[in-house]
Nanobody
């Protein structure tokens, strides 16, 4: 089992940047592919980005392409989401998630482990 704790959320103006972090504890972090998802008020949770266990492969949702970047540091048991050119529609609770043995995936059901989320609010 792995425990996940997100941080780095906050209030930012449109056009600004934030870097989210997700610290993992428990089983070997490098055994997990990691993903970021988000849920805005009144909307379903959606895929943002994912990264393979070694960091070689990444995948992005349509809303994140060209603006967000996912990375990981296996020595620090941490995955990051760098978010640039933020828009008010990026306002949401951002969750990190881990899957064991599955590659880069946008499918929420493939991630058995989830953090509690961090709020990102982008003002216009």
């Amino acid at each position: 089992q792995v425990q996940l704790v997100e941080s780095g959320g906050g209030l930012v103006q449109a056009g600004g940047s934030l870097r989210l972090s997700c610290a993992a504890s428990g089983r070997t972090f490098s055994s997990y592919a990691m993903g970021w998802f988000r849920q805005a008020p009144g909307k379903e949770r959606e895929f943002v980005a994912a990264i393979s266990r070694s960091g070689t492969y990444t995948s992005y949702g349509s809303s994140a392409k060209g603006r967000f970047s996912i990375s990981r540091d296996n020595a620090k048991n941490t995955v990051y989401l760098q978010m640039n050119s933020l828009k008010p529609e990026d306002t949401a609770v951002y969750y990190c998630a881990a899957n064991y043995g599955v590659g880069v995936s946008a499918a929420q059901y493939e991630y058995p482990y989830w953090g509690r989320g961090t709020q990102v609010t982008v003002s216009s």
